[in-house]
């Protein structure tokens, strides 16, 4: 199993970043699949997740109207697009082979990409 997550950065207090995560190794149109992050000190946060088909979509209500959670099992692609980001959203963000807690505890997941939001 490989994950591996792109697209993080610096953006200011209100601005969009959409990060990525390509996925290798395992049948991705055959598993649900989740956004988490991570603060230092911080255990794992769920932020949204998917269902295998596509549909099931759920947000943490943090990033509910915000965030945008999507897949494309052709490219074995998952996708998180972030607008209107905030300070509170700073964190590493990592593609999550499982949806919700606490099933993401536990799961495969990738290194990670670091979100910063400040001005």
């Known amino acids: 199993v490989k994950l591996v997550e792109s697209g993080g950065g610096l953006a200011q207090p209100g601005g969009s970043l959409t990060l990525s995560c390509a996925a290798s190794g395992f049948t991705f149109n055959k598993y649900d699949m989740s956004w988490a992050r991570q603060t230092p000190g911080k255990g794992l946060e769920w932020v949204s997740g998917i269902y295998a088909s596509g549909g099931g979509i759920t947000y943490a209500d943090s990033v509910k109207g915000r965030f945008t959670i999507s897949r494309d099992n052709a490219k074995d692609m998952l996708t998180l697009q972030m607008n209107n980001l905030q300070p509170e959203d700073m964190a590493r963000y990592f593609c999550?082979?499982?949806?919700?807690?606490?099933?993401?505890?536990?799961?495969?997941r990738g290194q990670g990409t670091q979100v910063t939001v400040s001005s």
């Open positions: 999550v082979r499982a949806y919700g807690t606490p099933y993401i505890e536990y799961a495969d």
